[in-house]
């Protein structure tokens, strides 16, 4: 894998973080996730 894409990864997941970690707890709930959940989804959502 290359630093380009290595860096596009990282940035897809970190979006991807800020981006659930702004939801309310009940919306995660409604989704089936806790806090706890969001780096394992961001990941998943990268690959």
Same mark, same amino acid.
């Given at each position: ?6 860096? /596009? /990864?990282w940035r897809q997941y ?11 707890? /009940? ?15 961001? /990941?998943?959502?990268?690959?």
């Amino acid at each position: 894998m290359s630093l380009t894409e290595s860096f /596009r /990864r990282w940035r897809q997941y970190r979006i991807a973080c800020t981006d659930l970690q702004q939801m309310t707890s /009940r919306e995660l709930e409604d989704l089936g996730l806790t806090r706890r959940d969001i780096p394992i989804v961001a /990941r998943t959502a990268v690959k």
